[in-house]
């Protein structure tokens, strides 16, 4: 059985608590510096302070991921590209997949193009990491005489609905992700 163990509070503070290199896995959905009210706190640092609260938190989950450990990091279009170079540039971090979550509703404009994506940065801490393969394959869409039966390799666009307000699943979070997503 794998233990699973969920921790809620402050990033830099509940990692500063764990052990070095002894995290398998990190999926890591920060707020995106959007101004966006989450109750207890309001998205909206300046774009200097948003960058050092990102490497502080992501040096933190550097730190504690193991060897052959991942982290995939959830982020609006603003500060893909800043975390990005965190990353790799600073924490030298391998990067493997820019993963981009397609859903099919989102804020709506009146302007401008109305946002249906979100990306997800892959990266591991050494090139040699753990890939669970078997355990996400996807159906084949078509048979062919060479298809794996067991499925293929998703893509790196991964299309999953947001979790409606309606849903009897919705937990009170502004930015919920499907279980599915995760």
């Known amino acids: 059985m794998t233990d699973l163990k ?7 503070q509940q990692m500063q608590d764990i052990r070095s290199e002894s995290v398998d896995l990190i999926i890591a959905d920060p707020p995106y ?3 966006k009210n989450y109750q207890n706190n309001i998205d909206k640092k300046t774009f ?4 050092v609260f990102s490497k502080e938190w ?22 893909i590209s800043y975390l990005y170079d965190i990353l790799e540039r600073d924490l030298k971090l391998h990067f493997h997949a820019w993963i981009v979550w397609h859903y099919t509703q ?12 979100d ?24 048979y062919r ?12 666009v991964w299309e999953f609905s947001h979790v409606h307000y309606s849903n009897p699943n919705r937990q009170d979070h502004p930015t919920q992700k499907p279980e599915g997503l995760i």
Do not use: C, W
Request: overall charge positive.
């Open 145 to 156: 005489q060479r298809n794996n039966m067991r499925g293929a390799n998703p893509g790196d």
């Open 6 to 12: 969920l921790i809620a509070g402050d990033a830099v």
């Open 48 to 51: 200097d302070e948003y960058l």
């Open 58 to 79: 992501l040096t933190e989950a550097s730190r504690v991921l193991k060897p052959h450990g991942t982290i995939y990091v959830f982020m609006g279009f603003r500060f």
């Open 119 to 142: 990306d997800i940065l892959m990266f591991t801490k050494s090139s040699s990491f753990t890939f669970n393969l078997d355990d996400i394959r996807v159906p084949q869409k078509y």
């Open 33 to 35: 510096n959007l101004g």
């Open 106 to 117: 989102g804020m709506g404009k009146t302007k401008g193009f109305s946002p249906r994506h």
